[in-house]
């Protein structure tokens, strides 16, 4: 039985919006003399996935008015040699915020160079102090995937208080913070959250006390219908490839979650493509024009 509305969070729309917005800001900042915020992105190797998604966080740069600078390299580089561009990064004072694409190729260690970024430039929200601030409530930079799902909520006067959210997984990335931000005494936020993973025990009992229901596990088609209360807000976090011979590419994207037979049930659901993702981009738009604003007030201090 099909006894909800059925509405759709169009994240591709919000972020469009979002990155006007920010856009507009930027031509005020460069009209009156001001710098245009320069985002750099890292990208160790060929990954297909992490390729595109620089790509697109580059192209939105451009979009919005801002410098942008990729830093390519091959996978078969050293620990040493990436924590030296980390370093020359943050001594670039042309640079006012940068990201390092993860995953990294196995041999480098990613928790070391997250740690290696200046927290001033670190717009991903990774670093421990950056981490830190966001778990005691104080001012930071928000990991993007997170905070962007928080906005798109927001946009659509969504109100979570009250509401049991359940996240599953527990990355650095999306879980972790996202458990953070739910949880905390602020709107959106103020829900009671269970965050569930991959070894959590019978999964489908707590899904299905979900309110508001955040899957970010990797797994195409994870989430189905009999896990989803009636009702329920669901956020798939998900971007998975899967083969599809109808597509002239031969595959196609898909989320975490059964999207045609789950949305039936929902009141709210974002699609993949187009929920979550482009509200990425759109967050670390903003953590960079705010890191750019800073770095001209302390300097303007000075
Ligand atoms: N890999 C997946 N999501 C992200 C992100 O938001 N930032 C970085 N640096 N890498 C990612």
Not at 155 to 166: C, Q
């Amino acid at each position: 039985m099909n006894n909800s509305m059925n509405n759709i969070l169009d994240g591709k729309q919000t972020s469009l919006d979002l990155q006007s917005e920010i856009a507009q800001k930027v031509e005020t900042i460069v009209s009156s003399g001001g710098k245009k915020p320069h985002l750099a992105a890292v990208l160790i190797g060929d990954d297909p996935a992490s390729k595109a998604y620089v790509g697109h966080k580059i192209k939105a740069c451009a979009k919005a008015g801002f410098e942008s600078t990729i830093i390519n390299r091959n996978t078969d580089i050293s620990q040493t040699e990436l924590l030296e561009i980390v370093q020359d990064l943050n001594d670039d004072k042309s640079i006012d915020g940068f990201i390092v694409q993860l995953p990294l190729p196995d041999h480098l260690d990613s928790t070391e160079v997250v740690q290696a970024v200046s927290p001033e430039k670190d717009v991903d929200g990774f670093h421990p102090e950056s981490v830190g601030k966001m778990a005691l409530g104080l001012p930071t930079y928000l990991p993007a995937t997170p905070a962007g799902i928080i906005t798109l909520l927001d946009r659509y006067g969504i109100k979570t208080t009250g509401m049991h959210a359940v996240i599953i997984g527990r990355s650095d990335i999306v879980g972790n913070p996202m458990s953070a931000l739910l949880s905390r005494n602020a709107e959106p936020g103020n829900c009671t959250v269970t965050q569930c993973h991959s070894r959590t025990v019978n999964l489908r009992e707590h899904t299905l006390r979900a309110d508001l229901l955040i899957v970010a596990i990797g797994r195409p088609n994870f989430i189905t219908a009999d896990m989803v209360k009636e009702g329920a807000i669901v956020i798939d976090v998900g971007i998975n490839r899967i083969p599809d011979p109808t597509r002239k590419s031969g595959s196609r994207l898909t989320g975490d979650v059964d999207y045609e037979n789950v949305a039936p049930k929902c009141s709210w659901i974002t699609p993949v493509p187009g929920g979550v993702g482009p509200m990425t981009i759109a967050t670390l738009l903003e953590n960079t024009l705010q890191a750019s604003l800073l770095k001209s007030n302390a300097s303007s201090e000075k």
